[in-house]
């Protein structure tokens, strides 16, 4: 008496030439491949160009609704002490290096005087 063989078997069988075959590769992340911010540092010397003093804080961070709506993808924030000793909260946009907001005492003292090309 012979025995039938198990369909299971067959069927991976089958298939195994199959999981030979090379994948294709998945598609890119569209968000990988669109977003291209800005190095941070450089990001960081902007900020030290603009206002006097010394950072003492950098970190990213989420955009806020408005911010969102307005494109931003994500926000380059730092914290600047001045020479004064006053903190100011600077937040960028990563992406085009715009500065989105300037907060804390003592901003036009500390707002160094913009270079002139010679």
């Known amino acids: 008496m012979t025995r039938a063989p198990n369909p299971l078997i067959l069927v991976l069988a089958l298939m195994a030439p199959l999981a030979a075959l090379p994948q294709p590769a998945p598609p890119p992340d569209p968000w990988a491949t ?40 994500l926000i380059y924030e730092f914290r600047l002490l001045t020479t004064q000793r006053n903190i100011l909260n600077i937040r960028v946009d990563a992406r085009t290096g715009r500065f989105l907001e300037v907060a804390g005492r003592g901003q036009l003292e500390a707002r160094r005087a913009p270079r002139t090309q010679d």
């Open 34 to 73: 669109s977003f291209q911010p800005q190095p941070f540092h450089r990001m960081a010397e902007a900020v030290t160009a603009r206002y006097d003093g010394r950072l003492v804080a950098a970190e990213t961070r989420p955009p806020r609704p408005a911010e969102r709506a307005a494109g931003v993808e």
